[in-house]
């Protein structure tokens, strides 16, 4: 499952981002974000046309767009 198909208010672990098309320097700025392996992460709200995601990550919140949380793959 990837990080945009979770419903509101519901919590999973980061699996994995992205793959090998993933520019690394994406990679390490969703990492300083606190999307790491293992770091569970809740979905907050949904932009109603889905154009980006509030999320809660190790205690913060923050915005992604939604092409962008759909390169996340979650477990939960």
């Known amino acids: 499952m990837v990080l945009s198909?979770?419903?509101l208010g519901q919590s999973a672990s980061v699996k994995r981002l992205g793959d090998q098309s993933m520019p690394l320097t994406l990679k390490r700025r969703l990492m300083?974000?606190?999307f790491t392996t293992g770091s569970e992460v809740q979905m907050v709200r949904s932009a109603p046309l889905g154009g980006?995601?509030?999320l809660k990550v190790r205690g913060a919140s923050l915005c992604l767009?939604?092409?962008l949380a759909a390169q996340i793959h979650v477990e939960g």
Do not use: D, K, S, T
């Open 32 to 34: 300083a974000l606190g």
């Open 65 to 67: 767009n939604n092409r």
């Open 5 to 7: 198909e979770l419903g």
């Open 52 to 54: 980006a995601v509030q």
